[in-house]
């Protein structure tokens, strides 16, 4: 009973919100003023002039408790948001998507509308080692530039601070080439959250510098 009232309670209040905001555009348009601008239309990654590929590598599941898996797919969330909001989209991949995660994921229906390349297959099925760099903290390359023929990997932890030099050391023993951004040297983050990682290349992407 009490979650009826709740969702009655929480519907009228969307109608009311909804009634209101109608209200003020009608006042506007009558009083000659300029009505916020509309978003516009959403670029799907197959009409995208963008070739860049993203992966976030969700093989650490069993490294996180099942509220730290939450949080990760409230990050990926985050991600699939920024990365749909620009002009030209990313390649988007969600790799080793499968287990808790993706069981997650299936309370929500919505997301199997998503305009992401999900991969049940792990980073080296899915890609050819050679075009792989892993985005390490850890890592002592700097990563200079983007390079649309390679893929750069995120690996899909809470928080990367909390298992230091893991995915460096998974990066080393799948053979791949690793880097990392020179956040350092721009300014301060205390969390290196994988939706952080992924604004950064978007920005890089669109700015030529790191900038946020």
């Not at 009655?8 to 919100?17: A, F, N, P, S, V």
């Not at 030099?165 to 721009?186: Q, T, W």
Request: glycine share 4%; hydrophobic share 35%.
């Amino acid at each position: 009973m009490k979650r009826q009232r709740y969702l009655e309670k929480r519907q009228e209040k969307r109608i009311l919100e909804k009634a209101r905001k109608k209200a003020k555009r009608d006042e506007i348009r009558k009083t000659g003023g300029d009505l916020a601008p509309r978003r516009g239309p959403i670029t799907l990654m197959s009409e995208s002039t963008c070739e860049q590929r993203i992966a976030i590598d969700l093989c650490y599941e069993s490294k996180m408790n099942e509220r730290q898996i939450k949080s990760i797919i409230t990050q990926l969330s985050f991600c699939y948001a920024a990365n749909r909001r620009v002009r030209n989209p990313s390649q988007l991949y969600f790799l080793s998507f499968g287990g808790v995660t993706r069981g997650m994921f299936n309370s929500n229906p919505t997301y199997s509308n998503w305009d992401i390349h999900f991969e049940t297959k792990s980073l080296c099925e899915v890609f050819k080692k050679d075009d792989i760099v892993y985005l390490t903290a850890d890592s002592e390359n700097i990563l200079e530039n983007l390079d649309s023929s390679r893929v750069y990997v995120i690996g899909g932890l809470l928080d990367h601070n909390s298992l230091k030099g893991y995915c460096l050391n998974e990066a080393n023993e799948m053979g791949v080439a690793h880097a990392r951004l020179p956040i350092d040297d721009f300014f301060f983050i205390i969390c290196y959250c994988c939706c952080y990682v992924l604004f950064i290349i978007i920005i890089y992407y669109y700015c030529c510098y790191y900038l946020l």
